[in-house]
């Protein structure tokens, strides 16, 4: 992460956030939870990526981050991988265009093209534009109570509605809560609708 220049391109004003959808460290129960409702495109690191393509979208509106559905790209791994198989949400933040030469290389002049992490390939306003969308996302979350626990879809009717349930948070500054739902077919979340505490 450090240049917009990739072999294929350049795009100064994004960066590429991936998150998996199905949790690596999911058990069979959640399994059967997830299958039974079609969670596929909900877990805690896609919501992640949403909050952060929305905060970033609120705070930092000249650069996009944009949502990618897979755990990171083909061939490839990152920080991200062991927080994801210890239960965490996470994500992985990337150049939209990525020159290889300059990743992962040991440093060398080979057929007249430089390989490896070197300093000169930074771009430091590029840099600081996917710091910026970082640390909106890091001080919102701060901010943020934490979530309410036993959150969960009650299915012991039928009906076309969808019952949710959750307890409420003990701090005494909650005012209330806000449901926000989406059509399966949308990548975020398209509506909302704010509930008192």
Same mark, same amino acid.
């Given at each position: 992460?450090? $240049?917009?220049?990739?072999?294929?391109?350049?795009?100064?004003?994004?960066?590429? *956030?991936?998150?998996?959808?199905?949790?690596? $460290?999911?058990?069979? +129960?959640?399994?059967?939870?997830?299958?039974?409702? %079609?969670?596929?495109? &909900?877990?805690?690191?896609?919501?992640?990526?949403?909050?952060?393509?929305?905060?970033?979208?609120?705070?930092?509106?000249?650069? #996009? +981050?944009?949502?990618?559905?897979?755990?990171?790209?083909?061939?490839?791994?990152? &920080?991200?991988?062991?927080?994801?198989?210890?239960?965490?949400?996470?994500?992985?933040?990337?150049?939209?265009?990525?020159?290889?030469?300059?990743?992962?290389? &040991?440093?060398? *002049?080979? %057929?007249?093209?430089?390989?490896?992490?070197?300093?000169?390939?930074?771009?430091? #306003?590029?840099?600081?534009?996917? /710091?910026? *969308?970082?640390? /909106? +996302?890091?001080?919102?979350?701060?901010?943020?109570?934490?979530?309410?626990?036993? /959150?969960?879809?009650?299915?012991?009717?039928?009906?076309?509605?969808? #019952?949710?349930?959750?307890?409420?948070?003990?701090?005494? &500054?909650?005012?209330?809560?806000?449901?926000?739902?989406? #059509?399966?077919?949308?990548?975020?979340?398209?509506?909302?609708?704010?509930?008192?505490?």
């Amino acid at each position: 992460m450090g $240049s917009a220049d990739g072999e294929n391109g350049r795009d100064a004003g994004a960066v590429r *956030v991936f998150s998996e959808g199905v949790p690596t $460290s999911e058990t069979p +129960a959640q399994a059967a939870v997830r299958q039974s409702v %079609g969670g596929e495109n &909900d877990g805690v690191s896609r919501q992640l990526a949403r909050f952060v393509h929305e905060t970033a979208g609120q705070y930092v509106p000249w650069f #996009d +981050a944009r949502l990618y559905y897979r755990r990171d790209r083909y061939l490839r791994g990152g &920080d991200q991988i062991p927080f994801l198989q210890q239960g965490y949400a996470a994500v992985r933040f990337t150049e939209v265009h990525e020159n290889y030469r300059h990743q992962h290389q &040991d440093v060398r *002049v080979e %057929g007249g093209v430089q390989y490896g992490d070197l300093l000169r390939f930074v771009e430091n #306003d590029y840099v600081a534009r996917v /710091a910026q *969308v970082n640390l /909106a +996302a890091l001080a919102v979350l701060a901010r943020a109570p934490r979530s309410p626990s036993r /959150a969960a879809i009650v299915t012991s009717r039928l009906t076309n509605d969808t #019952d949710l349930r959750w307890d409420a948070n003990p701090e005494p &500054d909650i005012s209330g809560y806000e449901v926000a739902w989406r #059509d399966t077919t949308e990548p975020l979340w398209t509506h909302s609708r704010a509930r008192p505490g």
